[in-house]
Structure formats: C-alpha cells, structure tokens
C-alpha cells in the first residue's frame, strides 16, 4: 500500500508526467505508423489466407448441416488437414522469393547444364519482328546524352574514387523521379585497346570465368548485317533471394575508336516467364568505350575508358538495392580486370574467337558530325554534385531522432526478420528525407 501512494506521489509531480509522455509519445507514434505501413504493404498471402479462413468457416456451418450421419463419422476419425482452412500450396506459392528456403536449386542446375544455343539462321527481319524488341537509333541518341550529360535528367551525386595501379574507377548515382536508382560509372583500363575491351564485354562465353554472378547464358537471335543480338541470361542473387532471369537486346555503333554499346531488357516469348528464376524487365546497362590517354603522362592513347550507365528493377527495395550497390560496387569491379588481362593473354596467344566476339565486331558505323547533332538536340543536364557538399536545404524539420528511435522500436518489437528491419530503417529514412524538404 505505501509503495502505490508513492507511485501516485511520484506520478502527480508535473515534471515526471512531462518526462513520461515525451518518452511514450515516440513509441506509439512508430506503432500507429508501422500498423498503417504494415497494412498497406501486407503480403498477398495474408489475404489469401483471411480468404480461405472465411470460407472454411462457412463451409463447416453448411457441412454441420448437411446430415448427422456424416458428422458422426467424421468425430470417429481424426480431422483431416484440409479443415484447417489453409492450403499450404497455396501460402508456400505466394511467399516472397527473397527468402533462404525459397531457393531453387534445380533451376540453377537446369541453367548450369544448358548449353549456350544460337540460332544461325536468323536474319534482321527475324528479330525486328517485334518492334520493341529492337535496338535501334533512339538507344544510339540515348547513350550519347547519357555520356555528354545532356539527357536532361536529375544531377549525379558523385559516390567512389577508387584505383589499382593499372586502373582506375569513379562511380555516381542519380534518383530519378520514376524508377529504380541509375548509376553512373568511368573506368580507365592501362594498356588496353578499346576493340579488346568491347569483344571482352560482349564475350558470353568467356564471362563465365570472371563474373560468377552469370550462371547461364545463350543467344537466341542474332542480325549478321547490324550486329544486333537477341541474349538470354540467368544471374545468381545473393541467397536471401532467388534468381533473375534477361531477355536481352543489345547492339554496338561505331564512331572512329569509340564504340556506343547498347544492352537492354526486351519482351520476348522465346523464352517463357517462369516463377524462378524471376524475370526482370526493366534492366537497361550501357557503355562507351574509347581510346584515351595513359595516366603516365606520354602522350599516347594507349589506356581505354569505358562509360557505363545502369539500372534495373530486381524486384527489391531500392534502399536495401541501394545499400548493397555501395558495399559491394569495388569488390565487384574488382574482379574485372584480372578477367580482361587474362582475354588479352588468349587474344595475344591467337585463340579462337567466341560468337559473342565474333558478333562484337559488326558494328553500325555513324559519323561525328552525327553524334555531335544527337548530344546537342537537348538542353544541358545539371551540374554534377558531391556527396559531401556542405549545403543543407533551409525549411521545417521533422526529428531525424523520433523518426529513427521510432523505427528502431518497431522493427525490433515487430518482427525479428533482416529483411523486414532493412524495409523499415529504409522507410524512416525516408521520411526524413521528406521531413527535411518541408
């Protein structure tokens, strides 16, 4: 009894009132939120299963009335599973891909044991059968306002400065309005030609041996006279989600040394959409590639550059998408140049030449008076900005500290998954993002 009414003392003192609600107010803020969140973001099993729930329901009140005869047979024997109102097919078909047990290995085996098929016989009439599932002069003018910085988009936030003694990498990223995160990226290769390097890109089969991401790949059509390549991909995901099969389009132009090369996701039924590996339409990676001068200072054009514009929609997050991007963008690059000096040591040894090389090398030529018409037909981009600038936008901000104390007690209340915290620490940020614009 003493210890209540020193509770209540306790509580009756305004301060400590005060204290208690600025403590409270936060955490049921987040719970209010992340209910409303959590809600509107529901996975389609959950509807699924409120479904099937209610007619279970209703078909045990129709069968209860059905006959008794029926009904005492039934409590003489143990109930089946079917009573529960739940079908596991159809709960295990609809949960995420993203999941450790989701996995599919014998489609990873399947893609391991087909080999690559061209068909020889297809002619430029065969792909442009379709007309989206063309490469064609629009993704030329696209690429070279891509690389003169003139295609009127959002500016690039300046992200990596790395460098090996035999090259050197910077990369940059731009949120569109619409869309997954672009990024932007220059490599400069010493001692390479840019031929090499353009053959070594569009080499199928010898990237097997240094990008371990690439599990199968194979030519579906292919244009002798534009170069043009109909290509299908399956690249292995990280093991919390499944694969990802492409349907590629892709063609190179030539323009003196430099080389536009074009890649990107095309509709096409030669290869049916399946539910694993998981089918990425929108997938859009391009280069330059040119001659440009050694950093050692001679004078001679003997290193290559190569300019890469990317974006696809994986079917993830684009914060989380974004955050593996950044931690794993050097060690992945990393790994492409001990791959492009052992192609320039078979080269050199007069190895046979792949397909996919021998398709590299028919090239739609264009002039550079052409080129410079396409990077001068729209008004220049915004300057380039740094990641580290000092500016801060001036307006009313939402508490950065609630809205990520509040995440903070939300994902670890709700839910114990990685997946679901990651969504939740991406949706505070983001928040905050608008909190501060306002």
């Known amino acids: 009894m003493g210890l209540a009414s020193a509770l209540v003392e306790i509580l009756g003192r305004p301060e400590v009132f005060g204290e208690l609600v600025k403590f409270i107010t936060p955490i049921w803020i987040a719970v209010i939120v992340g209910v409303f969140v959590g809600w509107a973001w529901r996975p389609k099993w959950v509807t699924v299963v409120g479904r099937e729930l209610l007619d279970s329901s209703s078909q045990k009140e129709s069968s209860s009335s059905s006959s008794s005869s029926s009904a005492s047979s039934s409590s003489s024997s143990p109930p089946a599973p079917a009573t529960c109102g739940i079908s596991i097919s159809s709960l295990s078909s609809l949960l995420p891909n993203c999941t450790p047990w989701a996995a599919d290995d014998t489609v990873e085996d399947r893609a391991l044991t087909l080999p690559p098929t061209t068909n020889t016989d297809s002619s430029c009439s065969q792909i442009e059968k379709e007309e989206s599932c063309s490469v064609n002069d629009e993704d030329l003018r696209h690429i070279c306002q891509l690389v003169e910085e003139k295609d ?30 672009q990024y932007r990226s220059r490599t400069v290769f010493e001692d390479a030609s840019p031929e090499t390097v353009r053959d070594f890109f569009w080499d199928d089969e010898f990237r097997a041996k240094w990008d371990d991401m690439l599990i199968h790949a194979s030519t579906l059509e292919e244009c002798p006279t534009t170069g043009t390549m109909l290509v299908h991909w399956v690249r292995k995901f990280p093991f919390f989600c499944s694969d990802r099969d492409y349907m590629i ?13 074009v890649t990107k996701g095309v509709p096409s039924s030669a290869v049916p959409r399946r539910d694993k590996p998981r089918r990425v339409d929108l997938y859009y990676s391009s280069w330059c590639i040119r001659a440009v001068e050694s950093k050692r200072g001679d004078g001679q054009l003997t290193s290559c550059e190569v300019i890469l514009f990317h974006h696809e929609d994986m079917g993830i997050p684009w914060e989380i998408a974004k955050l593996g991007v950044r931690q794993g963008m050097w060690g992945a690059v990393k790994k492409i140049e001990p791959g492009l000096r052992l192609y320039q040591k078979e080269r050199a040894a007069k190895a046979p030449l792949s397909r996919c090389a021998k398709m590299a090398q028919i090239n739609t030529k264009v002039s550079a008076d052409y080129l410079r018409s396409v990077e001068n037909s729209t008004k220049d981009s915004m300057e380039v900005e740094i990641s580290d600038s000092a500016e801060k936008p001036v307006g009313r901000n939402i508490p950065k500290a609630l809205i990520v104390g509040g995440a903070l007690v939300l994902a670890c209340s709700l839910d114990r998954g990685l997946l679901t915290k990651a969504v939740i620490f991406g949706v505070a940020r983001r928040f905050a993002k608008i909190g501060r614009r306002l």
């Open 152 to 181: 009127g988009g959002p500016a690039w936030i300046h992200m990596m400065n790395k460098s090996t003694p035999t090259m050197g990498y910077q990369a940059w990223r731009r949120d569109p309005q619409t869309g997954p995160p």
């Open 249 to 261: 389009g892709r063609r190179i132009w030539e323009s003196g040394r430099s080389y536009y090369c």
